[in-house]
């Protein structure tokens, strides 16, 4: 089976990485994809969210299966597309359709699917410019830390938690004045969860679902999660304290009711679903889904994956997932993320990458690099998402963090504390 994939970051390197291990698999591409990709797959000079040009290539290299990475696209509308030509009625396309896809596009459609599910999760108010008076009032109303959402898409950086009540009012009329663009030209103010955060991930076919490895992700930039948000500084899988108990009452109060709910709702749903979670002494409440693998999590649980990936992607396409189980590899994994220096904020890119070429133990899924004369180069600002097995996350983040040694580029950083708090 000829297999296309999506996107140009580590998540798609990952997803590409374990599907390239597949007997199934016939040739594979990824579109646009990186400096890493163009090792285990053709890569295709066509942007994700550029519909004509991928359904050209499409047709041109007989393509049986389409994997959709990024959420661009799904929210953009890419399985409509594909849905409404005729002449695409054999393409499994991974990922769902547009209407779906606002359980990530917009924090507002996720809040009241959520309500309507009876998902447990943080009480809320969306707050356009005509209501800030009642957005005041509702931060007034709540202990702080103060929580503050875009409603749309904004690259993983439109959430603020504030401690200070004036800071909160004043950055609420920041983000529908346009600090994050049109994202927030409506925002969800939310009570905030106090607890420590998992993701969990399930592959559905709109009907059935079977639950991948659960993940722990490290969204600041700084040691002790201190600092900006970013898309992501590292991930551990599996995550100490999900165990049996606390994985029942995920699956029966989280997981369980949003494919249903996504079933009644008649959604076209065929892929990942991401479930963010809070563990609030011993309780899980969903702080948002999102309709894709998260990155940098998926570099984490591509490695525990035992089961063939093509295998399951095939059946969620056909719908044939009842029945389906998926096999653990009982090894545990950890991905620690290079990035440069600056980042989240402004960063310089086309610096060179030396000692990749060194790291044995460890896999490299690259994130943002490209390929310049015979040297790799950085061109965004996570890099290298450097991945690991060992008996625990620790002895996984131990290796992980001696294979980094090997790697160096100008004015590099990552965390070295990654854990810290699962000890």
Not at 88 to 95: A, Q, R, T
Not at 181 to 203: M, P, T
Not at 319 to 338: I, N, P, Q, W
Not at 345 to 350: D, L, N, T
């Amino acid at each position: 089976m000829n297999i296309l994939v999506l996107g140009s970051g580590g998540r798609e390197h990952a997803i590409a990485w374990k599907i390239a291990a597949s007997p199934k698999l016939g040739k594979l591409y990824v579109a646009p994809g990186n400096a890493g990709t163009r090792e285990i797959a053709e890569n295709v000079a066509i942007k994700a969210d550029d519909f004509d040009a991928v359904a050209e290539f499409v047709c041109k290299a007989k393509i049986d299966m389409v994997v959709v990475g990024p959420e661009d696209p799904l929210v953009k509308g890419i399985v409509d597309y594909f849905s409404a030509k005729p002449e695409f009625k054999e393409l499994m396309i991974i990922g769902p359709d547009k209407l779906s896809a606002q359980l990530e596009g917009s924090k507002e459609f996720a809040k009241m699917f959520m309500q309507k599910y009876g998902i447990p999760t943080a009480k809320y108010l969306s707050i356009t410019a005509g209501n800030i008076s009642e957005g005041e009032k509702f931060l007034e109303s709540v202990n702080p830390p103060y929580v503050l959402k875009a409603d749309g898409l904004a690259a993983g950086k439109g959430v603020l938690i504030l401690d200070n009540l004036d800071e909160a009012k004043r950055e609420l009329r920041n983000m529908l004045a346009g600090k994050f663009g049109s994202a927030g030209s409506k925002v969800v103010l939310e009570q905030y969860l106090d607890g420590i955060e998992c993701s969990v991930f399930a592959l559905t076919d709109g009907n059935s679902y079977v639950l991948l490895p659960e993940a722990k992700d490290y969204k600041r930039i700084g040691e002790g999660n201190t600092g900006l948000n970013t898309g992501g500084m590292g991930s551990v899988s599996p995550v100490p304290f999900y165990d049996a108990n606390f994985a029942r009452k995920v699956e029966e109060r989280i997981v369980k009711p949003t494919i249903d709910g996504i079933c009644a709702e008649g959604m076209n749903y065929r892929g990942f679903v991401f479930f963010g979670l809070m563990n609030v002494n011993g309780d899980p409440y969903v702080i948002e889904y999102n309709v894709r693998m998260g990155d940098p999590e998926t570099e984490s649980v591509m490695l525990r994956i035992k089961s063939d990936l093509v295998e399951l992607l095939e059946a969620a396409a056909k719908r044939e997932l009842a029945g389906k189980s998926v096999e653990f590899d009982s090894r545990s994994a950890a991905t620690v993320m290079m990035v440069s220096g600056g980042y989240p904020e402004a960063y310089e890119k086309g610096k060179v990458i030396s000692g990749l070429e060194k790291v044995k133990s460890s896999v490299c899924f690259h994130a943002g690099t490209a390929v310049s004369g015979n040297d790799v180069v950085t061109s965004g600002g996570r890099v290298i998402a450097v991945s690991s097995y060992g008996n625990n996350i620790f002895d996984a983040l131990e290796t992980s963090y001696s294979s980094l040694k090997n790697i160096s580029f100008d004015k590099c950083y990552y965390r070295t504390d990654l854990g810290f708090d699962l000890k």
